[in-house]
């Protein structure tokens, strides 16, 4: 069993910035991937940003340059730095992992609602 514990999200201004951590019950060896995800009603659940145990990362378009997704192994701890908020960044974001037993699972946590509006 995965379990997670999400922190961060909340309301913003366009243009501000918020971050949002996650840790990961499971210790790094155990660990393919961890990363984020956004969803809002009516649509599937896309990726915002995920790193990889190799050390790659990956970006959706509509983020780069703006958001940055960093890890931290001793503590199978993900983070997501959100800069240069804009309204249609507005979602519940999830924290995400892909173990190395069942690489094409992700397991998610509970989500957290960010809302980007003046």
């Known amino acids: 069993q995965v379990q997670f514990e999400e922190s961060g999200g909340g309301l913003v201004q366009p243009g501000g910035s918020l971050r949002l951590d996650c840790a990961v019950s499971?210790?790094?060896?155990?660990?393919?991937?961890m990363g984020w995800y956004r969803q809002v009603p009516g649509k599937e659940r896309e990726l915002v940003a995920d790193?990889?145990?190799?050390?790659?990362?990956n970006y959706a378009d509509a983020v780069k340059g703006r958001f940055t997704i960093s890890r931290n192994n001793a503590k199978s701890t993900v983070s997501l730095q959100m800069n240069s908020l804009k309204p249609e960044d507005t979602a519940v974001y999830y924290c995400?992992?892909?173990?190395?037993?069942?690489?094409?699972?992700?397991?998610w946590g509970q989500g957290t609602q960010v809302t980007v509006s003046s």
């Open positions: 790193t990889l145990s190799g050390g790659r990362t």
């Open positions: 499971r210790t790094i060896s155990d660990i393919y991937a």
């Open positions: 995400g992992a892909r173990m190395k037993w069942a690489t094409s699972v992700v397991h």
